[in-house]
């Protein structure tokens, strides 16, 4: 087994991609860890815009979580009906593209790619946040270990969705588990307490107010918040990765990462005003996160607070999974349209798209880097991608039932009922849209706006490329096969060995005119006699067994290279061949050694392949470039084949 067999699994068939698909246990921890995770941070993230109110902060948390929750079930409502509708491929791009045209497909594309970049930084940021605030020790280590995790869920998912699924469906249903039974033992304790509960490790307190509420700050706060929402749309842009049916496990995925999301944050919003949790800075030492403020407060620091708390880094760290398992998923379809390069479509060794999630790993990485791995820094830039791709899938989504209610001829009650809701969808979304926008737009949402337009151009500009290729290369004539002759063949060498007379070998087999050109890459006063030597020995050992055999005798060309670049002499021998016969075609071999070892690709110079690569980004469209292989083995060694005298040129 080799090193990439152990580390990514072993080469799956074609055959094998059936049996690749998830339900509905490994679509909550394949595409619900985004969801889940943003109930960590989105509270947090509207907490800390409140940080300002002081103790009041935890008074208004509930008012910024309650539409926020609200908005959550109409997305629940809009998405089920997209799954519906679009059983194989549901997402923004697709619904777009099939009921508001091309534009509006593209931005849903930009916006979405955006978004799962920015959902890989935060929620690995968020992530080691949580890790931070239980281990103090570990805080100027915070960088290199969202980069440790980041490198760690692109091998995951280079395995393939159902290798992550099962590996990531521990974590996701412990912290399922630990934080439902701190829920539940929290809002017990608030009940019987009278509102007021005790806590039993209490959180620090919260600083003095500096300034009153407003209903901007709530409103900045709201925006804040909505990074929750995050991942909703998660189940319909990755449908394509449920095994039959479909809308069946897309239906029970999305509603338990809808439900269970919901709780979390309805619950996090009271906890955190019973216990007068407020939100700190991640920057500071002692930082702790708000979920390890409510953990500790309600069970205190033992084996459930730990358990919890290490479920919630796994999940957070892990939500980026989520990512990577639409992104390249999206990526294929936007490259099938060529809007992207094609090797975005095509699947690797293990069914799944390995350019997609490496080309994801990489952005996500520098971003990382770029925001040294700090939440609160990553947060402003977040959710605005989220948020355009609802808005623009629900509104596709509208025009869609306005056209089926067009095209129906009865039942159109039920049809309506589809148009209603996906409009309160398009709506509300569209407002919280815009209000995250304006709230958000100078403390960095405006480099969000300003890339998205940026993507979308980039798309448009792959896309003119290959339409201009199919435009060149289209040819509706048939096959011309007026003047046919064999080409003029130079067999390019630079040592005399087997190499040399393997391609001279093949050159003949394949035109009886064949020019064999010596390059010479030193220059001195013993060059004449060795071009002399050179000549003698072309003559007997290449010259007359050719004759022998009734062929055209090849002639030879010595060039020299003054200045160490053998593509220029050979381009000017091949400009005085075509002089010569105007007519024909101009096919150059080169003999090329096959390293069958990774360590001896270090000992050549890969003249062969620089000679090749210059050919064809000089030569005109008549010239030919073939490489004539010689593979190396234990039995058939290259050497310097003996030559009368003839000592090896450089």
Not at 166 to 188: D, E, K, Q, W
Not at 445 to 468: F, G, H, N, Q, S
Not at 525 to 541: I, L, N, S, V
Request: glycine fraction near 8%; charge should be positive.
């Amino acid at each position: 087994m080799s090193l990439l067999d152990l580390v990514l699994g072993r080469r799956l068939a074609n055959r094998e991609f059936s049996e690749r698909k998830i339900g509905a246990f490994e679509g909550l921890p394949a595409m619900g860890l985004d969801g889940l995770g943003s109930s960590a941070y989105g509270p947090e993230a509207a907490l800390t815009i409140l940080i300002p109110l002081g103790a009041a902060a935890t008074s208004y948390i509930g008012w910024v979580m309650a539409p926020i929750v609200a908005l959550l079930g109409i997305l629940f409502a809009s998405y089920w009906q997209t799954i519906r509708a679009y059983p194989n491929n549901g997402g923004a791009y697709v619904v777009a593209k099939d009921n508001l045209g091309t534009n509006a497909s593209l931005l849903a594309a930009a916006a979405l790619m955006v978004d799962y970049v920015l959902n890989v930084a935060v929620g690995i940021a968020a992530g080691v946040g949580a890790l931070v605030s239980a281990v103090p020790i570990l805080h100027p280590y915070i960088l290199p270990l969202c980069l440790a995790i980041l490198a760690l869920v692109t091998i995951v998912n280079l395995r393939g969705t159902l290798d992550a699924g099962r590996l990531f469906a521990l974590p996701t249903y412990v912290f399922v588990a630990s934080f439902g039974v701190i829920l539940a033992v929290g809002m017990y304790k608030m009940v019987i307490s009278g509102g007021s509960p005790q806590p039993v490790v209490p959180p620090p307190p919260i600083g003095k107010a500096i300034e009153g509420a407003s209903l901007w700050l709530l409103l900045r706060a709201f925006a804040s918040g909505c990074t929750a929402m995050t991942g909703v749309e998660a189940v319909s842009n990755g449908m394509t990765a449920f095994r039959e049916p479909t809308v069946k496990y897309g239906h029970r995925t999305l509603t338990a990462i809808v439900v269970i999301l919901g709780i979390l944050l309805i619950g996090i919003a009271l906890l955190a005003r019973a216990y007068g949790i407020g939100a700190m800075d991640q920057e500071q030492e002692g930082y702790r996160s708000v979920l390890s403020q409510l953990a500790a407060a309600v069970v205190g620091d033992g084996i459930l607070y730990y358990v919890a708390i290490g479920s919630l880094l796994c999940v957070l760290a892990l939500s980026a999974n989520t990512s990577f398992v639409d992104f390249p998923r999206l990526c294929h379809v936007v490259a099938e349209d060529g809007f992207l390069p094609k090797s975005f479509a095509v699947a690797g060794r293990r069914l799944v798209f390995d350019i997609g999630i490496l080309y994801l790993g990489f952005t996500s990485g520098l971003l990382l880097i770029l925001f040294g791995g700090i939440t609160d820094r990553l947060i402003p830039l977040f959710a605005i991608g989220a948020f355009f791709t609802f808005t623009i899938s629900q509104t596709g989504m509208v025009w869609h039932w306005r056209r089926a209610i067009d095209q129906a001829a009865e039942s159109k009650a039920q049809l309506r009922a589809h148009l209603l809701v996906n409009t309160a969808g398009a709506v509300t979304t569209g407002i919280a849209l815009t209000v995250i926008v304006a709230a958000k737009f100078t403390e960095g949402a405006w480099i969000t706006m300003l890339v998205l337009p940026m993507v979308v151009i980039l798309l448009k500009v792959i896309r003119a490329y290959y339409d201009e290729l199919a435009t060149q290369l289209r040819d509706p004539t048939p096959l011309d096969l007026s003047g046919l002759a064999p080409p003029i063949v130079i067999v390019a060498f630079e040592t005399w060995n087997k190499l040399s007379d393997n391609a001279l070998g093949f050159a003949l087999s394949i035109s009886p005119n064949v020019v064999g050109v010596h390059l010479m890459q030193l220059s001195g006063p013993d060059t004449t006699e060795e071009q002399r030597m050179m000549r003698e020995q072309w003559r007997a050992d290449v010259e007359v067994p050719a004759q022998n055999v009734g062929l055209f005798p090849p002639r030879l060309i010595v060039l020299h290279a003054q200045y160490r670049t053998i593509q220029l002499p050979i381009l000017k021998a091949i400009d005085e061949i075509r002089t010569q016969f105007p007519s024909r075609r101009v096919a150059v071999l080169i003999p090329e050694l096959v390293k069958r070892r990774w360590y001896q690709h270090f000992l050549h110079t890969h003249r062969a392949l620089r000679l090749r690569n210059q050919l064809i980004a000089l030569g005109q469209p008549d010239l030919t470039v073939i490489n004539v292989p010689w593979r190396l083995d234990s039995n058939n060694e290259v050497r310097d084949v003996p030559r009368r005298g003839h000592r090896r040129s450089a």
